[in-house]
């Protein structure tokens, strides 16, 4: 197997286990919507645009006041969204059709399952059973993972403090929850477009509301399963894309989506080593094999060239014997006819 | 003796070379940007927003920078792991690239989070297991401590610590396995970190593949970066190469271009997988779609033939060209994952651009590393071999 199969295995791999994801049933299975759990609705056929709401936020969440008092209604003309200096903020719409401009009050959405929590690599954000998704700035290291994953825009930085920046948004007023008071901006609200209850009441109040008024409503709550659920809903007349809303956020929960990547971390701890330390004994074994080859080789050939050189002397030397011989044996016929000749010449001169 | 006489010759001697003047202006732009950055904030250096919490710091100084840093996982992997020791005189190098290349991004952090200090929490004080990120710095933080063992040898050669230098040698193996697992978890995890927001990220580039993509990826960024790094270093430190370094180079250009150019045709076919998963092909006709194809086709398949056609003809120009627009094609994709194509929905004017801020500590962090690539390599046996260790191979 070449580095390249093995890659495209691997990805494999990765790929089924992204595909099954095994920590999602779990996750549903562990939430079922926190019925008990604080929520708040937000009917946007209500809303009139008073800021009343963001001024009760920025007074318990002593934030820097606006340079335009919250009187000033001009504000809602331009769109704005949450900051370090306003957790929660009021925009104008204008929705096809509609007679009216629309309001839609933008806050934290305190989701059941939080991408905000599951981004953060220091665990401070949590969802808390008040319903809240607080935030610890005693650990944030401010990597600002959270605003990339969350997908409703919300948590906001202070880019401006030197030393000490912290990840701000809204914290569903838990400090007040706990006194057993209602968000500030809820209790301010003066045309009750916001209601607090446990999530599993404000369902049913929604519910209700868009079913006693046949027409009236988008058959729908937004927040009940977007993302996994939100604890801050909205129901409304317009479709809720004209609302600034996305409405192609699935109902998946964020984790849902690191989930199959984070599955492959054992796989690949696991498989590794095993694999590479494979790879390197064959690859080890083989320069073994080769190098071992290479010494018989050369052995062989050193044999096979010294028998030959062998072979080749003693034939050369058989040959040069007999060629010796032969000519011993001339040069003794010669000397032998030599002998005669002259034996012969002698006796005739006698 | 003769690193000294070197040390002179290269700038131990004249104090006003072209590169120290520029390199100096530079460090000291740096370092007033830094003083802006921790006592006016984020906001007083950089064009970050409540919409765009990521800049070109994290862009370019992590994701491009830890990418363009697997030249030393892949190059010990193709020595040690895969047995290819031809390739040895380019582990050094490459080890001493990604050593520098991790110590720099862990450094442009510094700059980037709100507060630096604070690094080591997810580590040692609280860790947040169902973060990406924290997979991210774990393996980050492992890793930069592997290179630093992996590199060890080459400073213990230099100061003549011949006992530790010979013990660390024997865990070459163990680490660079180690290297590689780390390197596998954190290069796709970078991708994966995108994986969480699939209504902010472009559909084009949006993919379940994103942690495949980005670790493939980073293979031929990696092999790409060692041809790159290569060729500027023969052009400037030829005089620090013995004749193996030498001589081992030019196998060494060849053998990566072919590599990188058969990883970059795997990616290339993966990418249109992961078109085809997600039946994202009618987004190909759009604006982004476009744009989504010049990444792909001129800064992939471009340099994938021109490798191939490089490595057949041995035409080493064409393939150290080829690295540089490579290179280039690395940097596009993070950017297009991490900037052009992460907010795509909003509005013109909530888009993000970097500062000149920005751009000048990025800039800085880069010139850093060049001068510690320069002073480590003018003195320590990183391009020779060290005359007491001529057997490390």
Redesign the interface.
Same mark, same amino acid.
């Given at each position: 197997m070449n /580095? /390249?199969t093995f890659?495209?295995l +691997? @990805?494999a791999a990765? !790929?089924s286990l992204?595909?099954s994801s095994a920590s999602h049933a779990a996750s549903a299975a562990d939430v079922k919507g926190l019925p008990d759990s604080g929520a708040v609705l937000f009917d946007a056929t209500r809303c009139i645009g008073c800021r009343k709401c963001e001024e009760a936020c920025n007074a318990v969440n002593e934030l820097p006041k606006p340079a335009a008092p919250f009187s000033d209604l001009k504000v809602l003309d331009t769109a704005r /969204?949450?900051?370090?200096a306003a957790f929660t903020v009021v925009n104008t719409y204008h929705p096809a059709g509609a007679q009216a401009p629309v309001f839609r009050k933008i806050q934290c959405n305190h989701c059941l399952e939080p991408?905000c929590?599951?981004?953060?690599? !220091?665990?401070?954000f949590q969802k808390n059973e008040s319903g809240a998704v607080s935030y610890d700035a005693s650990?944030? $290291?401010?990597?600002? &993972?959270c605003?990339?994953?969350c997908?409703f825009?919300i %948590?906001?930085?202070? &880019?401006?403090?030197?030393?000490?920046?912290?990840v701000r948004k809204c914290t569903f007023c838990e400090p007040r929850l706990k006194e057993g008071k209602l968000p500030a901006c809820v209790e301010a609200c003066p045309k009750e477009a916001l209601v607090f209850g446990k999530r599993r009441e404000i369902i049913h109040i929604a519910r209700a509301r868009i079913m006693d008024n046949p027409g009236k409503y988008q058959d729908h709550i937004y927040g009940e399963h977007e993302m996994g659920g939100t604890a801050w809903m909205t129901i409304s007349a317009a479709p809720f894309r004209e609302l600034g809303m996305?409405e192609? #956020?699935?109902v998946e929960t964020?984790?849902s989506? =690191?989930a199959?990547? +984070?599955s492959?971390?054992p796989v690949?701890?696991g498989m590794?080593?095993v694999l #590479?330390?494979g790879?390197?004994a064959v690859?080890?074994r083989?320069?073994r094999i080769a190098e071992e080859e290479k010494r018989e080789a050369v052995a062989e050939a050193i044999a096979r060239a010294s028998a030959e050189a062998e072979a080749k002397l003693s034939d050369e030397l058989g040959k040069a014997e007999v060629a010796n011989k032969r000519r011993i044996e001339v040069e003794v016929k010669k000397a032998l006819e030599a002998a005669a000749q002259s034996q012969t010449s002698g006796e005739d001169k006698q | 003796m003769s690193d000294h006489a070197a040390t002179a010759k290269t700038g131990g001697g004249a104090l006003f070379t072209p590169f120290n003047i520029i390199a100096g202006v530079i460090v000291l732009i740096g370092l007033g940007l830094t003083v802006m950055r921790?006592?006016?904030?984020? *906001?007083?250096v950089?064009n970050?927003?409540?919409?765009n919490?990521?800049g070109i710091w994290i862009a370019f100084d992590l994701l491009c920078g830890v990418a363009l840093a697997a030249g030393g996982y892949t190059t010990s992997?193709a020595c &040690?792991?895969?047995?290819l020791k031809r390739y040895h005189g380019a582990v050094r190098p490459a080890i001493l690239t990604a050593f520098l290349g991790y110590s720099l991004v862990v450094f442009a952090l510094h700059y980037?989070?709100?507060?630096?200090w604070?690094?080591p929490?997810?580590i040692f #004080?609280?860790?947040?297991t169902?973060?990406?990120?924290?997979?991210v710095?774990l393996c980050v933080f492992i890793y930069l401590t592997v290179l630093f063992v992996e590199f060890l040898p080459v400073a213990l050669e230099w100061q003549g610590w011949p006992r530790l230098r010979n013990l660390l040698v024997k865990l070459t193996?163990a680490l660079t396995?180690l290297g $590689?697992?780390l390197s =596998?978890?954190h290069q796709?995890?970078l991708g *994966?970190?995108?994986?969480? *927001? %699939?209504?902010?990220l472009h559909p084009l580039w949006y993919s379940?593949?994103l942690? +495949?993509f980005f670790? $493939?990826s980073s293979?031929f960024a990696g092999l790409s970066m060692v041809i790159f790094e290569g060729s500027l270093s023969h052009r400037w430190l030829h005089h620090k190469m013995d004749q193996g370094h030498l001589d081992a180079s030019v196998q060494v250009v060849l053998g990566f271009a072919k590599?990188a150019s +058969? !990883?970059m045709f @795997?990616y290339l076919i993966?990418k249109v997988f992961g078109l085809a998963m997600d039946n994202r092909w009618h987004y190909l006709l759009t604006g982004y779609g476009v744009w989504f194809l010049v990444e792909i086709l001129g800064f992939v398949a471009l340099p994938c033939y021109l490798y191939a056609l490089g490595a057949r003809e041995k035409n080493l120009t064409l393939i150290r060209r080829t690295s540089v627009l490579a290179v280039l094609g690395i940097v596009v994709n993070r950017f297009n994952i991490c900037l052009v194509a992460f907010n795509w929905q909003l509005s013109a004017a909530d888009r993000y651009f970097p500062s000149l801020g920005e751009i000048g500590v990025s800039v800085f962090v880069v010139t850093v590393g060049l001068i510690a690539f320069k002073f480590i390599t003018t003195r320590m046996p990183v391009f020779h071999e060290h005359p007491d260790y001529p057997d490390h191979h």
């Open positions: /580095r /390249r890659l495209g +691997l @990805g990765g !790929v992204g595909a /969204r949450t900051s370090d991408a929590a599951s981004a953060c690599f !220091v665990k401070a650990v944030c $290291v401010g990597c600002r &993972y605003m990339i994953a997908p825009n %948590p906001t930085y202070e &880019y401006n403090e030197a030393l000490a920046p912290r996305r192609d #956020l699935g964020a984790g989506y =690191t199959g990547a +984070l492959a971390v690949v701890v590794w080593p #590479l330390g790879i390197y690859s080890k083989k320069e | 921790f006592t006016g904030g984020l *906001a007083a950089t970050l927003t409540d919409y919490p990521w992997a &040690y792991i895969f047995g980037d989070v709100g507060r630096p604070r690094l929490f997810p #004080l609280q860790q947040g169902t973060s990406i990120l924290f997979e710095g193996m396995i $590689v697992i =596998t978890m796709s995890s *994966a970190l995108f994986l969480i *927001a %699939p209504s902010k379940a593949y942690p +495949l670790f $493939v293979i590599a +058969l !990883v @795997g993966l």
